[in-house]
């Protein structure tokens, strides 16, 4: 059996500037996690140990933000929490007492050393509920053999998109024999509780100081857990939300059953390494109830086109064909005027991807072809046959084909909708209105994908002519293809010509001006020294969009990148092997939404995207 791991040890973890740049993510099943730093240190608004999903799994609570591990030995009361403060002062100071972080298998575990005393900390989430479990066991001893452990309760109730502070009303926190409910929304639990209540002022997240956002907040410390342990003997605490009066199993069940269930999530992936395990433990991250997809932790929800991009590596290469059919079902029945809703964090479904639908029609192709599953081909042979002909006639925001020059052209005022949809300000960054080269790929692609599943020799020739009109529009030979029908800007999007199977360029040699855009961890969305180039994605909400599709890299365009190659008989050897490395670099065990155009390409965005790691799964399947 495969199994990934990273160790860091006391020089990493000692260090915030190294340890609290690395986070690992623990999700529930359903878009709630546990997430954090190496070091134990929050830099996020979003990091905390059970942070709870709405109905929608974008809509997000932080609840029990820490556990504060403090030890008495030898009759020093030594405090291993670690939080930085709106003063400047980093205190206590426990992460230099840790000797290591390991994660093994998909769970994160901490070891502490004072002298002689050695403690460690597990932890798991109870998979299909909002359910956390921490386990802390005392190792060594050191010369007493006995040690007071205490883990004190730092609480909150809010958006995890905002802050809370003590200007307004501390959380309603009710005691219980065994902990205490916080808001009525969630329940820890523990043995030897002592109640508290006091605000602890002034918590700094570094993180969010970067991304240009408020970066302070206030917690509630609501109360200790106490326990004398001797070696080998363990404090385990719950915390969960939903039915307060039904708690999880005890949380060493809670833990030990985590880890069988994400062995069998690996051997169901049939990896051919200990990588390939990695990257099928992170991307069952993704994958919650319904079945959904979150498109990234910690911020974002459900997201259809990240969704069926993400749908062959996260599905057909991890052996869940099964729950990939119910999903691509349930997308199907959500097919209005040929339209897919891209996302529904806000409660309302908003049509307004022009590429979505068209990725959807892929996603079921790919499942056909490598599942063999006619019967979900026949069943949503309806939903694709609408959004062709939605297409054809014209439908939302312009959508429609051209009858002039045989292309798919899209825009409306304001928008912005290819998957380059930053817009600030009420204007999109990159506007591609008119014809743009990947929508036009995907509808050639689209139109042979149905022509096969239907049998339909008609839709074949229409695919046949597109395929001229495609070729006559893009192909300016100035740097391949046209982007955009009038912009001949070297990006990223052509690749998608040359590497979807039914494309219009496939087995055709990509221009070689494309490996200009290649770094190690994937490709830049624009050409170092084109007009707009932004080699850093970084600073305040406006800059970081500016910046987004203007040269940042995003690592799940390697995936296209490595078919297109391939296709065109091309060599891939070590292009990953700079998102292999990257593994260990950022959010532990997964990819990055994005990463600086410059190098040496500083990792940004979500540490844990969907389309990023799906996209390196499944490159690396094909031999890339």
């Known amino acids: 059996m495969y199994a990934w791991q990273v160790t860091f040890g006391s020089q990493v973890c000692g260090d915030l500037a190294a340890g609290g740049a690395r986070e690992w993510l623990v999700p529930d099943g359903c878009g709630g996690y546990a997430m954090g730093t190496v070091s134990g240190l929050r830099t996020r608004r979003y990091h905390g140990l059970l942070v709870v999903s709405g109905v929608q799994p974008g809509v997000r609570h932080v609840g029990l933000a820490a556990l504060d591990p403090v030890i008495e ?17 980093v205190s206590p100071a426990g992460h230099e007492y840790l000797e290591s972080f390991r994660m093994v298998g998909g769970l994160p575990r901490w070891r502490w050393r004072v002298g002689g005393v050695v403690l460690e900390r597990e932890l798991a989430m109870d998979h299909g509920r909002p359910a956390l479990a921490v386990v802390h066991r005392l190792l060594a001893g050191g010369s007493g053999g006995r040690v007071r ?209 068209l990725w959807f029609v892929h996603a079921v192709g790919r499942h056909v072809a490598v599942a063999g599953d006619t019967d979900l081909a026949d069943a949503l042979l309806p939903a694709l046959s609408d959004i062709v002909r939605a297409y054809t006639g014209g439908t939302r925001y312009g959508i429609r ?70 070729r006559r529009a893009f192909a300016t030979g100035h740097s391949g293809l046209s982007d955009v029908v009038g912009d001949d800007s070297l990006r990223p999007n052509q690749l998608l010509a040359y590497s979807l199977p039914c494309g219009p360029m496939h087995c055709l040699e990509p221009a070689a001006t494309l490996d200009s855009l290649l770094t190690p961890l ?49 060599p891939v050897d070590g292009v990953l092997d700079g998102l292999v490395a990257h593994l260990s670099e950022y959010g532990i065990g997964s990819i990055s939404e994005t990463a600086d155009g410059d190098p040496p390409h500083r990792a940004t965005g979500c540490p844990f995207q969907a389309w990023s790691v799906a996209e390196v799964l499944r490159a690396r399947r094909l031999g890339g």
Not at 537 to 561: C, E, F, K
């Open 149 to 357: 452990l205490g883990l004190e309760i730092l609480a909150t109730w809010r958006d995890a998109h905002g802050e809370r502070y003590a200007s307004g009303p501390p959380p309603r926190v009710t005691p219980t024999a065994d902990g205490v409910v916080v808001e009525d929304a969630y329940r820890v639990a523990g043995p030897g509780f002592t109640p508290a209540g006091e605000w602890y002022h002034g918590v700094h997240l570094r993180e969010e100081r970067e991304r240009g956002l408020a970066a302070t907040e206030d917690l509630w410390y609501a109360g200790r857990f106490a326990a004398d342990l001797e070696v080998g003997e363990a404090l385990p605490v719950l915390a969960w939300a939903g039915d307060l009066g039904s708690p999880p199993p005890p949380a060493e069940v809670v833990v030990e059953a985590a880890a069988r269930r994400l062995a069998s999530v690996v051997e169901a992936a049939k990896p051919a390494d200990d990588v390939d395990a990695a990257l099928a433990v992170a991307a069952d991250a993704f994958v919650v109830r319904g079945p959904d997809v979150v498109a990234g932790y910690p911020w974002f929800g459900a997201w259809s086109r990240d969704t069926m991009i993400a749908y062959e590596g996260l599905f057909l290469a991890t052996g869940r064909a099964a729950e990939g059919a119910s999903l691509l079902r349930r997308y199907g029945s959500a097919v209005r005027d040929g339209m897919l809703p891209n996302t529904t964090d806000s409660g309302a479904a908003v049509y307004n991807s022009v590429d979505a639908p």
């Open 522 to 570: 994937g490709l830049r969305t624009l050409a170092p020294g084109a007009p707009g180039y932004t080699g850093r994605h970084g600073g305040g909400p406006a800059s970081r969009d500016r910046a987004y599709h203007q040269g940042t890299v995003w690592p799940w365009l390697i995936g296209p990148y490595v078919d297109a190659r391939k296709a065109a008989g091309l």
């Open 401 to 470: 084909v051209d009858p002039a020059s045989g292309l798919v052209v899209a825009g409306a005022s304001g928008h912005a909708l290819t998957w380059m949809d930053a817009v600030v300000d009420g204007e999109p960054v990159t506007p591609r209105a008119g014809a743009a080269v990947d929508i036009n790929a995907l509808w050639v692609n689209a139109l042979g994908t149905v022509a096969d599943l239907a049998a339909d020799p008609s839709l074949g020739n229409r695919q046949v002519e597109a395929v001229a009109s495609f």
């Open 73 to 89: 030995v030898d009759g020093a009361r030594i405090r291993l929490g670690v939080h930085e403060w709106a003063s400047g002062s």
